[in-house]
Every structure is written in C-alpha cells, then in structure tokens.
C-alpha cells in the first residue's frame, strides 16, 4: 500500500478533523488526551501494518499535537 495512501487511511481509522499534512506524514493537532491518542495511533499503525511511525516533542506536547510520519527504508 502506497504510503500516502496509509496516511490517508490512518487518518479515516483515528477519526480526527484537525489535522495539518506535511511533507512525509501529518500532524495532529488540538488532542486534549495526548497520551492515550498517541497509544491509540500506535495501536492503529500496529494493527494495519502500516509503515508509519508517530513522532512527538516538548514544543508539539505544549500545544497538544504529535506527528505521524513515513518511516523511512
């Protein structure tokens, strides 16, 4: 499966309406759970097998949002 594809798809499963996306992947923003979301997109790119990984930082934390991103081969 193409990987934009799985992004796309990723998104339809997560079920979020903001969100920005960006060169290699997509940024979630505005979670008020940050900790269980990025569990439950883990959880989802585990499931479906898709070559996604899910990135977050201190400065991404402040404003509630993390990124999913096309893991490189």
């Known amino acids: ?35 269980g979301t990025i569990k439950e997109a883990n959880s989802i790119i585990a499931k479906n097998e898709f070559s996604l990984q899910v990135v977050n930082t201190a400065s991404m934390a402040s404003y509630g949002a993390f990124e999913v991103r096309e893991v490189a081969l």
């Open 1 to 35: 499966m193409e990987t934009r594809s799985q992004i796309l798809s990723f998104l339809r499963i997560l079920g979020r309406d903001k969100y920005k996306l960006i060169n290699g992947g997509v940024e979630i923003r505005g979670v008020s759970n940050l900790e």
